[in-house]
Nanobody
Framework: VQLQASGGGLVKAGGSLRLSCGAS????????IGWFRQAPGKEREFVAA????????YYTDSVKGRFTISRNYGAHVVNLQMNNVKPEDTAVYFC?????????????????WGQGTLVTVSS
């Protein structure tokens, strides 16, 4: 199982950043992919997820209208476009492969996790 998250970095509030998650075909083709984040001193929380074919997406309320999750099915890459970022978006972001084709909102709905990528938003 291989997941590779990338794209994190330092960005000013109001700016944009795009995270990418590359997953091996064997582990991701028929499964949902999700993004979670964990800020210092806080629990890991759900951010966004996309179904196996890209047809269904879910977002946590705090990122709706600012973040967009998309799936390049052929390339086995899931992107998280983050626009109008806020300091409260600062966290380590993780991508994960779901246990089913339709996304879940809980960490327990995901079987495989990649290493995180750090996003820091300055005010």
């Amino acid at each position: 199982v291989q997941l590779q998250a990338s794209g994190g970095g330092l960005v000013k509030a109001g700016g944009s950043l795009r995270l990418s998650c590359g997953a091996s075909r064997r582990t991701s083709s028929n499964n949902a992919i999700g993004w979670f984040r964990q800020a210092p001193g806080k629990e890991r929380e759900f951010v966004a997820a996309v179904s196996w074919n890209g047809g269904t997406t879910y977002y946590t309320d705090s990122v709706k209208g600012r973040f967009t999750i998309s799936r390049n099915y052929g390339a086995h890459v899931v992107n998280l476009q983050m626009n109008n970022v806020k300091p409260e978006d600062t966290a380590v972001y993780f991508c994960a492969v779901g246990r089913r084709a339709i996304p879940g909102l809980e960490a327990s709905d995901y079987a495989y996790w990649g290493q995180g990528t750090l996003v820091t938003v300055s005010s």
